[in-house]
């Protein structure tokens, strides 16, 4: 009787030690230096060209960047069957204008064309377009963006005296890049000189060409764990792209963009490797590398299209912590800093630590509105972008000199971390943000 019951106990044992909650990860977890560091360099290499958005160079750094979501276990989002969060964009280029106003030819250093319409024929039997004037006192770039994207065939007559404005304005149209809608049947005639006496008598030919372009962001997911919060959504994001290939400097044309973004993407990517390991987020983690940040944050726009904002309580963006803050080592900004208590609930989490977040120190270099993070907080999502960069000094930034050497990599990894062990209250749904006021932000 004593070895049945002896049996019986021990088999109790057994089972209940089976049943027992595993030890929790997290006293174990730690973010990884050699994972911040074999990312950043691979996001950085020159392979990666730079890693402009809807070249080879972009599209392979998401092919990366999804292989490593994969490698962590992170799942894909409902209703994806993988990492890739694809959408549409445009390039649209205007060539071979010729333009005459009241019989005489313009140069085409004088003129210039956004059309949605792939075969331009103005004639003077055609309807007359509206006609913009810009004075020499107005300001040629912030007047005319609304034109640039047109509704209506309008011609501008730029004054003369705007000549340096109007060879900017060039710039960037011949740069061309790429838009989040296909452009509508209508086109803007920018023209450097004096309004013409009426009545005015312009033909217009001209082609462009609309080629579809997807764009993809890579996201993923981990579960919240606990069913009161599990629907309640933090995301950790960062950009993967950068500006590509720029005009050789001594040899080096290869715009890296080690600190602009590598480096935040490395900190997701990282980031997300330490919460899987922890294995005890009460809300739902949403990874995300966004695309387009660089030519108008079409990826975060797109994004935020795919969820409900009201379940999102928390969104920490990650941009250029590559470097020493103003602050010195160990410490990080955060953008927006008034606009919420999210940054304050990070200095909490920080306290007891050797690290310290502050309030941005460049309010007039307006950064809250300079990334992605913008765009869900127009959704009263408290978002804000969490940097070390020395912005008004920073010599390197958009250049070819974006290298990893120029990385503090020690420095960054505790950011990372700093990041991570401050973000604990959000994650176990203890601490909530306030909402950010929807007007408060810029459109």
Not at 200 to 214: F, Q, S
Request: glycine share 8%; net charge neutral; charged share 20%.
């Amino acid at each position: 009787m004593r070895n049945i019951l002896l049996l019986s106990f021990l088999l109790y044992s057994a089972h209940a030690a089976l049943g027992q909650k595993k030890p929790s990860a997290s006293t174990k977890a730690s973010v990884a230096p050699a994972t911040v560091e074999r990312v950043v360099r691979a996001l950085a290499a020159d392979d990666m060209q730079g890693r402009a958005s809807g070249k080879p160079g972009g599209q392979k750094a998401a092919q990366f960047l999804a292989a490593e979501f994969k490698r962590i276990g992170l799942k894909p989002l409902p209703g994806l069957k993988g990492f890739e969060q694809s959408f549409s964009t445009y390039d649209v280029r205007t060539a071979a204008a010729a333009v005459s106003i009241n019989g005489t030819t313009l140069s085409p250093d004088k003129l210039l064309l956004v059309s949605g319409q792939e075969q331009l024929n103005w004639t003077e039997e055609g309807p007359a377009p509206r006609i913009v004037t810009i004075a020499a006192g107005g300001n040629l770039l912030r007047e005319v963006r609304p034109l640039l994207e047109p509704r209506e065939n309008t011609i501008v007559f730029v004054d003369p005296t705007q000549a340096t404005a109007f060879t900017r304005l060039a710039g960037y149209l011949q740069r061309g890049g790429l838009r989040p809608e296909k452009p509508a049947p209508f086109t803007t005639l920018f023209v450097l000189g004096a309004t013409p006496p009426a009545p005015l008598k312009v033909r217009v030919t001209a082609t462009t060409t609309i080629r579809t372009v997807e764009l993809r962001n890579i996201v993923g997911m981990l579960p919240g764990k606990n069913k009161a919060h599990a629907a309640e959504q933090v995301v950790f994001s960062g950009h993967y792209d950068h500006i590509g290939i720029l005009p050789a400097v001594q040899g080096d044309s290869i715009a890296n963009g080690a600190d602009d973004d590598a480096s935040g993407t490395s900190a997701v990517v990282a980031l997300a490797e330490y919460f899987k390991k922890k294995n005890d987020n009460a809300r739902s983690l949403l990874f995300v590398a966004f695309v387009a940040e660089e030519i108008g944050g079409f990826g975060a726009r797109y994004f935020s299209q795919q969820l409900d904002p009201k379940q999102v309580v928390a969104m920490f963006n990650i941009e250029m912590i590559g470097k020493e803050a103003k602050f010195g080592p160990n410490s990080a900004f955060i953008t927006g800093f008034d606009k919420s208590d999210f940054g304050k609930i990070l200095q909490e989490g920080a306290k007891g630590t050797t690290f310290r977040f502050e309030p941005d120190p460049y309010p007039e270099q307006n950064l809250f509105y300079r990334s992605d993070n913008a765009t869900l907080a127009r959704l009263g999502v408290p978002a804000h972008t969490i940097s070390t960069d020395q912005i008004p000094d920073d010599k390197r930034y958009h250049s070819v000199d974006d290298e990893v050497d120029s990385l503090d990599l020690t420095n960054m990894t505790n950011v990372i971390t700093a990041i991570g062990r401050s973000a604990a209250g959000i994650i176990s749904g203890q601490q909530t943000p306030t909402r950010i006021a929807p007007e408060s932000v810029k459109q």
